[in-house]
């Protein structure tokens, strides 16, 4: 799982033919550029959950998706239009709702690999997982724009789709986009990012089903030489950036295999 941030108004850039000297062509956009998180979730089964969506406000109204056209789609508001630690919990009770009829198995837990932001990793998110048979997984700081399927092979054609049919809509009709649209937008644009080939290669690529670690190992640029922990004092520092996070793990994995740890 993960949330996604996206500009109500925020349309595509694009080059036009016009005639020479006249002003650059424009389109309308919502001056307010309000920010809506959308809360994800695909699985290794190929499907996806239907959406959480955080609009800002300080009430919620039913004109912000009359045009839902999934039942099983939640909305919910803050003062900000991003996720706390409450609506994550409420999105880990979506997630418990609409995943448990499809465990092979009562007893066998359902796995939630998720980042490390304060909403996901809290006293009553983790109580709430326990209590439901719920294995949670975190990536490792700085590694999501590696091994977050989601990130990688599923939000840029999701936010491509959403903007294309968001410009199209404010070019013909000269209307900005406001809460009361954005669900149609990003219904249809869910639909072409979310296809079957796309989940399987999202999986597949960051080397998370099927296991496959090289896929992501291999995009790294090997150490020159790995320190001996033995040998040599090595100081460990606050890493700064994800190459440096995964090339640590691996010289500590090294050297604990050689112990036969």
Not at 53 to 68: C, D, L, P, R, S
Not at 247 to 253: D, K, P
Request: charged share 20%; hydrophobic share 35%; net charge positive.
């Amino acid at each position: 799982m993960d949330e996604k941030g996206f500009i109500i108004g925020k349309s595509l850039k694009a080059k036009v033919i016009c005639w020479t000297g006249r002003r650059p062509p424009w389109v309308i956009r919502d001056g307010t550029r309000e920010m809506r998180t959308v809360i994800e979730c695909c699985c290794t089964a190929h499907y996806v959950l239907s959406s959480f969506v955080i609009f800002k406000g300080a009430a919620h109204y039913m004109g912000w998706h009359t045009e839902t056209s999934d039942p099983k789609a939640k909305f919910a508001y803050t003062s900000n239009g991003w996720t706390n630690d409450k609506l994550g919990l409420e999105w880990l009770c979506h997630f418990d709702k609409h995943t448990r009829n499809r465990q092979s198995g009562n007893s066998r837990p359902r796995l939630l690999i998720l980042d490390g932001h304060r909403s996901h990793i809290n006293l009553e998110f983790s109580q709430y997982a326990i209590d439901n048979n719920i294995e949670l997984l975190c990536f490792p700081s700085h590694t999501t724009h590696l091994l977050q399927p989601l990130d990688v092979g599923l939000f840029r054609p999701l936010q491509k789709y959403y903007s294309k049919a968001a410009d199209n809509y404010m070019r013909d009709t000269c209307a900005a986009v406001v809460k009361g649209t954005f669900w149609k937008f990003y219904s249809a644009a869910r639909r072409q990012a979310y296809a079957k080939e796309n989940l399987k290669s999202a999986w597949r690529k960051m080397g998370i089903h099927p296991f496959n670690p090289n896929a992501v190992l291999t995009q790294l640029v090997a150490p020159r030489s790995a320190p001996s922990l033995a040998s040599k004092k090595v100081v460990l520092q606050t890493p700064k950036k994800s190459t440096d996070v995964l090339q640590l793990y691996l010289i500590v994995a090294t050297e604990l295999d050689k112990a036969g740890v």
